[in-house]
């Protein structure tokens, strides 16, 4: 299956058309999508994560597929932000990006070694408005309050991010279970009136709609927010299992996004 290769400008340091610029003097083709920050990779004659433009930050390699939460979520400046599961970085650095590196992001990551890739990352974009936190998201202090939370959850992945990957019906169970346990913190930890973004990789219904299906059960104070598809030109997106989410299906990296509000009881 197809790899399609993107990149994301790092408007924080240059302008998509400079960046364009200096990409395609040097042979890269590039061709534009619905963002005027992302571009396709259609030839390019050396590797995208070597060049002196990617060692300096002024691009992430990054699906487009994965970029999607993000721009759901739609952080201002004003917002105090947490991402649970941050490493390696992506799509904690474009919150920085949209948030114009103002605001407060907390991005926790419970794997020590993903933990530098995140900082590698942090560091290469120059951003600034980033905590980090080496803890499992489930153990946060329950005081703390965030007016927008993204929930890109550990998942079983799919055949376009790792061919080989085998995955058993006990993997998806047991990811399930993981996912749950991580949006009761979530939920504990948005403020009223916030807004929590929950996003996989994997196309699995058990880690997708039937995670959505149970959380609107069982906490009434939380409500769905309905994402149209045709706010993703370009992309192979479709509805969900469940009215108001979206999943991304190939030849796109497949992903599952839902979006939810916290209202008072």
């Known amino acids: 299956?197809?790899?399609?290769?993107?990149?994301?400008?790092?408007?924080?340091?240059?302008?998509?058309?400079?960046?364009?610029?200096?990409?395609?003097?040097?042979?890269?083709?590039?061709?534009?999508?619905?963002?005027?920050?992302?571009?396709r990779v259609k030839i390019s004659p050396f590797s995208m994560g070597a060049t002196?433009?990617?060692l300096s930050g002024l691009y992430f390699l990054q699906s487009i597929s994965s970029i999607i939460p993000s721009i759901v979520l739609n952080p201002t400046k004003?917002?105090?932000?947490?991402?649970?599961?941050?490493?390696?970085?992506?799509?904690?650095?474009?919150?920085?990006?949209l948030m114009e590196n103002e605001g407060c992001i907390v991005a926790v990551e419970i794997n020590k070694n993903r933990l530098k890739s995140l900082r590698s990352n942090i560091n290469r974009m120059g951003i600034k408005n980033i905590i980090m936190l080496n803890t499992n998201a489930i153990n946060l202090n329950k005081n703390l309050k965030f007016d927008k939370i993204l929930l890109d959850a550990p998942c079983t992945g799919n055949e376009i991010k790792d061919s080989d990957r085998v995955k058993t019906k006990r993997d998806i169970l047991f990811c399930a279970k993981r996912q749950v346990e991580l949006f009761r913190t979530a939920i504990e930890v948005?403020?009223?009136?916030?807004?929590?973004?929950?996003?996989?990789?994997?196309?699995?219904?058990?880690?997708?709609?039937?995670?959505?299906?149970?959380i609107l059960k069982t906490y009434k104070n939380m409500e769905l927010i309905?994402?149209?598809?045709?706010?993703?030109?370009?992309?192979?997106?479709?509805d969900g299992e469940i009215k108001g989410t979206l999943k991304v299906i190939p030849p796109n990296e497949p992903f599952f996004i839902a979006k939810l509000k916290k209202i008072t009881k």
């Open 52 to 54: 002196p433009e990617y």
């Open 226 to 238: 309905e994402l149209n598809k045709e706010d993703f030109p370009g992309i192979n997106v479709i």
């Open 190 to 214: 948005l403020s009223e009136g916030g807004q929590l973004v929950y996003s996989t990789c994997s196309p699995e219904i058990e880690e997708d709609e039937e995670i959505i299906s149970y």
């Open 78 to 97: 004003d917002d105090k932000v947490l991402d649970m599961c941050s490493a390696p970085g992506g799509k904690t650095t474009h919150l920085s990006q």
């Open 1 to 39: 299956m197809e790899n399609l290769q993107f990149i994301r400008v790092n408007t924080l340091k240059i302008s998509p058309e400079e960046l364009k610029k200096r990409l395609e003097e040097k042979n890269v083709v590039l061709e534009d999508t619905f963002l005027n920050y992302v571009f």
